[in-house]
């Protein structure tokens, strides 16, 4: 599976961005979806992930509530919907597919073994 990460940009506080991930071949819908983030100086995160058939989603605490994971296999597309972005959202986002076809998302970067390019993701004060 290869993938194509999009939609970064620069906002204001409390803007909404959607970033998309592109997947190539029949296969993508096959795996769980996660996204990850990387600040300047940090270590690169577990942000949210969806099952191969979008039925499950799970996002950690400290986006809840703002932003969305979901993905449409037709289009073999992965989305993650950022609502009132903060500051401390700036990272590159990456999306990863899982390392195993038709299994649970997890949360670790080991258990994804493909990986976007990533997009950036830059929050004004």
């Known amino acids: 599976v290869q993938l194509q990460a999009s939609g970064g940009g620069v906002v204001q506080t409390g803007a909404s961005l959607r970033l998309s991930c592109l997947g190539s071949?029949?296969?993508?819908?096959?795996?769980?979806m996660g996204w990850f983030r990387q600040a300047p100086g940090r270590e690169r995160e577990f942000v949210a992930a969806?099952?191969?058939?979008?039925?499950?989603?799970y996002v950690v605490d400290s986006v809840k509530g703002r932003f969305t994971i979901s993905r449409d296999n037709a289009r073999n597309t992965l989305y993650l919907d950022m609502n009132n972005l903060k500051p401390e959202d700036t990272a590159v986002y990456y999306c990863?597919?899982?390392?195993?076809?038709?299994?649970?998302?997890?949360?670790?970067?080991?258990?994804?073994?493909?990986w976007g390019q990533g997009t950036l993701v830059t929050v004004s004060s």
């Open positions: 990863a597919a899982d390392s195993q076809p038709y299994r649970t998302y997890g949360n670790t970067r080991e258990e994804y073994a493909y």
């Open positions: 071949g029949r296969t993508f819908r096959e795996y769980s």
């Open positions: 969806t099952t191969w058939s979008g039925a499950t989603t």
